[in-house]
């Protein structure tokens, strides 16, 4: 069974940083592109970063430069480091992996930017 945990949302003022944590079990994690995906109350979900299984990050153009993933094989763990939020930056944030044809969801953080 593939379980994704994600924590570390929270509160936090414009310009403030938060640090979000999934941790995945059941799958060899090292092998796997993981994703990070956030969805804001009336919109749809949407991709804001992935990490492929050899470490490259790619980044949706509205937090390039403000977000970065990273992950840890040895601790089976995806970070998503996030700078200088704004308020458009507010909503749930899922961790997401596609394993065996199965997508894999968390049941979500939530992140709210607000002063």
């Known amino acids: 069974q593939v379980y994704l945990r994600e924590s570390g949302g929270g509160l936090v003022e414009p310009g403030g940083s938060l640090r979000l944590s999934c941790a995945a079990s059941g799958i060899n994690f090292r092998l796997y592109t993981m994703n990070w995906y956030r969805q804001a109350p009336g919109k749809p979900r949407e991709l804001v970063a992935n990490?492929?299984?050899?470490?490259?990050?790619n980044y949706e153009d509205s937090v390039k430069g403000r977000f970065t993933i990273s992950r840890d094989n040895v601790r089976r763990t995806t970070f998503l480091q996030m700078d200088n939020l704004k308020s458009e930056d507010s909503a749930t944030y899922f961790c997401n992996v596609l394993a065996r044809g199965t997508a894999y969801w968390g049941r979500g953080t939530q992140v709210t930017v607000s002063s």
């Open positions: 990490i492929t299984s050899e470490g490259n990050g």
